[in-house]
C-alpha cells in the first residue's frame, strides 16, 4: 500500500505529460465542425438507403463502373457479394489505418487500464490520499480518451462517402438484379437474399463473409505499424550509442 510519502500515480502523470495530455485538469472542447460533418453524413446515409428513388438512381450510375467488374450477370451473386464486400473492406480498413495512429492509441490504452486498476485499488483499500491523486488525474484520462475516440470519428464521412454508393448499388443488384437470390448456410437452407431477420439476409451474408477480412487485415496493418516504430526506435537508440560513443 502506498504511504501518505508517496506520490500515487506519480509514474502515471508523467507518461500523461509524454503523450501531451493537457495540462490544467480540463478536457478539450468537442470539435463542433467534426460532429456537425458527422451528423451531415449520418443524415445523408439515412436519406439515401431509406428512400427507394434516391438509392435506385444512386446504384444506377455506381453500377456503371461495378457492373462490368464484380458484378459477372447476376449469374454468382456469391461472388459478387464477396468481392465487393472485400473492395470496401479493403478501402475502409486501409483509410482508418492510415490516418489513425495505432501506437499512440496502443499507449492511450495502456495507460487507462493502469489508472483504472490503480483507482480500483485505492477504493478497495480506502486510501483516500491515493483516491484524491488519482481523481485529480481524471480531467487528464478524459482528455486524451476524448482525443483518441475524435481521431478515429473524422474518418467515417470519409469512408461512408464511398460505401453508401457502393450499398446503394448493391441493393439494387439484389433486389432488381437477380433471377434467383436463393442461398444455403450450414444454419439454413434454401434462404432468400431478399429476406429479412432483423436485417436483410443479403446485409448478414455480406457481414459474415466479409467482417473476418477486415479483423485480418487490420491486425497485419496494426503489426506493420508496430513493427516500423520498433525500428524507428532502435534505429534511434543507436545513433545516440554512436553519438555517445568516444
Same mark, same amino acid.
Given at each position: 500500500m502506498c504511504g501518505r510519502g508517496c506520490l500515487p500515480g506519480r509514474w502515471l502523470s508523467g507518461i500523461l505529460a509524454r503523450t501531451k495530455v493537457g495540462a490544467g485538469?480540463?478536457?478539450?472542447?468537442?470539435?463542433?465542425g467534426n460532429q456537425l460533418m458527422l451528423l451531415l453524413a449520418f443524415m445523408v446515409a439515412i436519406f439515401v438507403l431509406f428512400d427507394p428513388n434516391i438509392r435506385q438512381t444512386l446504384g444506377t450510375y455506381v453500377g456503371y463502373g461495378l457492373e462490368p467488374l464484380v458484378g459477372?450477370?447476376?449469374?454468382?451473386?456469391?461472388?459478387?457479394?464477396?468481392?465487393?464486400?472485400?473492395?470496401?473492406?479493403?478501402?475502409?480498413?486501409?483509410?482508418?489505418?492510415?490516418?489513425?495512429?495505432?501506437?499512440?492509441?496502443?499507449?492511450?490504452?495502456?495507460?487507462?487500464?493502469? #489508472?483504472? +486498476?490503480? %483507482? =480500483? $485499488?485505492?477504493r478497495t483499500s480506502n486510501n483516500t490520499f491515493k483516491l484524491k491523486k488519482l481523481q485529480e488525474?481524471?480531467?487528464?484520462?478524459?482528455?486524451?480518451?476524448?482525443?483518441?475516440s475524435q481521431s478515429q470519428m473524422k474518418l467515417m464521412p470519409v469512408t461512408m462517402i464511398v460505401i453508401i454508393p457502393i450499398f446503394a448499388w448493391l441493393a439494387n443488384f439484389v433486389y432488381m438484379g437477380l433471377g434467383s437470390t436463393t442461398f444455403s448456410v450450414p444454419w439454413e437452407f434454401n434462404?432468400?437474399?431478399?429476406?429479412?431477420?432483423?436485417?436483410?439476409?443479403?446485409?448478414?451474408?455480406?457481414?459474415?463473409?466479409?467482417?473476418?477480412?477486415?479483423?485480418?487485415?487490420?491486425?497485419?496493418?496494426?503489426?506493420?505499424? #508496430?513493427? +516500423?516504430? %520498433? =525500428? $524507428?526506435?532502435?534505429?534511434?537508440?543507436?545513433?545516440?550509442?554512436?553519438?555517445?560513443?568516444p
Open positions: 485538469g480540463r478536457p478539450p472542447k468537442p470539435d463542433m459477372f450477370g447476376g449469374e454468382i451473386p456469391i461472388v459478387t457479394l464477396l468481392l465487393t464486400g472485400l473492395i470496401m473492406t479493403f478501402f475502409s480498413t486501409t483509410v482508418r489505418h492510415f490516418f489513425i495512429d495505432w501506437v499512440a492509441q496502443a499507449r492511450s490504452q495502456r495507460i487507462s487500464a493502469a #489508472f483504472n +486498476k490503480e %483507482l =480500483r $485499488e485505492a488525474m481524471q480531467p487528464e484520462m478524459m482528455a486524451q480518451g476524448l482525443r483518441t434462404s432468400s437474399m431478399r429476406n429479412s431477420n432483423l436485417l436483410p439476409n443479403w446485409v448478414l451474408l455480406y457481414s459474415l463473409m466479409t467482417l473476418p477480412f477486415g479483423q485480418v487485415l487490420q491486425k497485419l496493418l496494426k503489426q506493420f505499424s #508496430f513493427s +516500423k516504430r %520498433l =525500428r $524507428e526506435l532502435e534505429a534511434g537508440e543507436g545513433v545516440k550509442a554512436e553519438e555517445k560513443a
